[in-house]
């Protein structure tokens, strides 16, 4: 028995989770060959409310068993005055690092029928489809000293960018990976110019990637610059933790919603955590409209990459696929006037292609 845990979150993460776990237990009845059973927990800010903490160890421990987590999204301006170590999005990064899921896989591709929802113009947008492989348990955002510390004048933040030659080889070895299985391009972002840090992961990436691989490094101005000017040009794009945080933004608004974009954190084990791009949304929380399909596409990515049953993963994408050539929206893909479907409308249209 394979389990997945369940961890809607907080925002429209719980509207999005149920959507998600109608396909699953709507594939579970039909395909008898898959032993899944879910759990489910509090996470992020719902945890805090009723735990004062936003991951109980009981809910890590059971992560640290299971095949895989699907996560809604977590925080909200509720829990925003709390110190940055008991904030919501701290359940998020302990999971990340406690489960050592340092790899993340964020694609974004303009779908044809949402040429138009893209802010760039279709000749810069049509056709665009890339996948940013996000360095996750290191960089900026875990390395050591951190703090804040003094008062008045002299109150002082500080953070450190560090990255060892392993942490840079075993995410570079992931993108290789990845990008053998498209295009055979991959494009390494740093800033190789002002950083030490930079300086090493550029050394690594050069050491580690074959020369069946098309490489090419670019700095992350100008990468941030090239993703709006030409995002065709990339296919895989390896990057650390917080250039991958703020690039994977610019990539999902060029599909033309990030409530499209799911995402895969991997480590070595079978094990990943499956969420949307897009975090909590709470100005459209509890309004039935949030787009579900990037946490429904996040479930076809465990499918694939923890349930050992890619075929749901295609059938899934395929499905979703046909929702929107099919001219169904959501709010957020709607034009000025025109009319939307709700979370639940939308839910039901993924089932109906899924059964067809
Ligand atoms: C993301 C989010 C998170 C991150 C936040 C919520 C901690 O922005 O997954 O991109 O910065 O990694
Ligand atoms: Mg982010």
Same mark, same amino acid.
């Given at each position: ?62 992560? &640290? ?16 005055? &709390? ?47 890339? =996948? ?7 960089? &900026? ?85 090239? =993703? ?31 409530? =499209? =974009? ?95």
């Amino acid at each position: 028995m394979e389990k997945v845990i369940v961890l809607p979150g907080d925002g429209i993460g719980p509207e999005i989770m149920d959507e998600t776990l109608r396909i699953l237990d709507w594939i579970l009845e039909r395909d008898s060959d898959l032993e899944i059973e879910t759990e489910e927990y509090d996470v992020g800010g719902a945890s805090i409310d009723k735990f004062d903490t936003p991951l109980r160890s009981e809910v890590l421990e059971a992560a &640290l068993k299971s095949s895989a987590i699907l996560l809604g999204a977590v925080g909200g301006p509720r829990w925003d005055d &709390l110190p940055v170590n008991h904030r919501p999005e701290q359940a998020l990064l302990k999971l990340r690092k406690e489960c050592g899921l340092y790899a993340n896989l964020r694609p974004a591709r303009v779908y044809p029928a949402l040429v138009d929802s893209s802010p760039l113009k279709n000749e810069r947008a049509s056709g665009a489809d890339l =996948l940013i492989v996000r360095e996750l348990t290191g960089g &900026l955002y875990f390395s050591l000293p951190r703090g804040i510390e003094g008062a008045g004048e002299n109150r002082r933040g500080y953070n450190t960018l560090s990255y060892s030659r392993e942490e840079v080889k075993r995410i570079t070895e992931v993108a290789v990976d990845a990008a053998r299985q498209r295009s055979g391009r991959l494009t390494s972002v740093d800033k190789a110019n002002v950083l030490e840090s930079s300086k090493l992961w550029r050394e690594v990436v050069v050491d580690t990637v074959p020369s069946d691989i098309e490489l090419n490094h670019m700095y992350v101005d100008n990468a941030a610059m090239q =993703l709006v000017l030409e995002p065709r040009q990339f296919d895989v794009i390896v990057t650390g933790n917080m250039f991958g945080d703020i690039l994977s933004d610019i990539a999902s608004q060029i599909s033309g919603s990030i409530g =499209l =974009l799911a995402s895969a954190s991997l480590g070595d084990s079978k094990l990943g955590m499956y969420e949307p791009v897009h975090g909590s949304a709470p100005d459209i929380a509890g309004s039935g409209n949030a787009n579900p399909l990037a946490m429904i596409l996040s479930l076809a990515m465990a499918f694939r990459y923890s349930l050992d049953a890619p075929d749901w993963a295609n059938k899934i994408e395929a499905a979703v696929n046909r929702v929107i050539e099919t001219g169904k929206r959501t709010a957020d893909l709607a034009g000025e006037g025109e009319d939307f479907l709700s979370t639940r409308e939308i839910g039901d249209a993924v089932l109906d292609e899924l059964a067809e």
